[in-house]
């Protein structure tokens, strides 16, 4: 405990106009909720990329026991319900 761990997250970069700006990062107990914030900026010089992946990181603390659930947004399915890659991970001591 008290550890702290860099976590990298993929996601793809759909053109040049889309630049990392933050994590969305909820934390209820021991899940986490994450997902990649981008901004985009709109303009006629925009190149569109296919199959861009873009590495972002960001510093996690472990401060309890037991399992932290890590449920990473991967967007939504044809119904439109957000879909979640999810880790389990256990901390003991």
């Known amino acids: 405990m008290g550890e702290t761990y860099e976590i990298t997250v993929s996601y793809f970069k759909p053109s040049s106009c889309y630049v990392f700006n933050d994590f969305y990062y909820v934390s209820e107990l ?21 199959n861009e992946l873009v590495d972002v990181s960001f510093n996690f603390m472990v401060n309890n026991n037991g399992t932290y659930v890590f ?23």
């Open 71 to 93: 449920r990473f947004w991967q967007g939504q399915d044809e119904n439109g319900t957000d879909t979640y890659y999810i880790v389990e991970v256990p901390v003991v001591n």
């Open 30 to 50: 021991n899940q986490r909720t994450i997902a990649v914030i981008a901004s985009v900026y709109s303009g006629p010089n925009c190149e569109i990329y296919e």
